[in-house]
């Protein structure tokens, strides 16, 4: 599998910017780890945060748009999970 770098850049800011967004108080922490296995490379990036996160009635489709949580009217309207 070959792996685009302007995608993967892409999806990665995706992620810290809504980890940013919908994180009030807490923290975001960003990591990434690199391994070589006999099937290639392999690279694992993870953005884990503190905030409210997406209830489990919709984490089914975290890539298409949802709504905002009720109680953050302060917030964009919609987001991408």
Do not use: C, W, Y
């Amino acid at each position: 599998m070959q792996m685009d770098p302007k995608r993967l850049r892409r999806v990665v800011d995706n992620l810290v910017s809504n980890a940013i967004k919908f994180t009030e108080f807490g923290s975001i922490t960003v990591s990434a780890d690199f391994k070589q296995t006999p099937q290639g490379n392999v690279i694992r990036i993870g953005v884990q945060d503190t905030g409210r996160g997406i209830g489990q009635e919709k984490q089914h489709k975290p890539f298409q748009e949802i709504g905002r949580v009720e109680d953050t009217p302060h917030l964009p309207l919609k987001a991408l999970g």
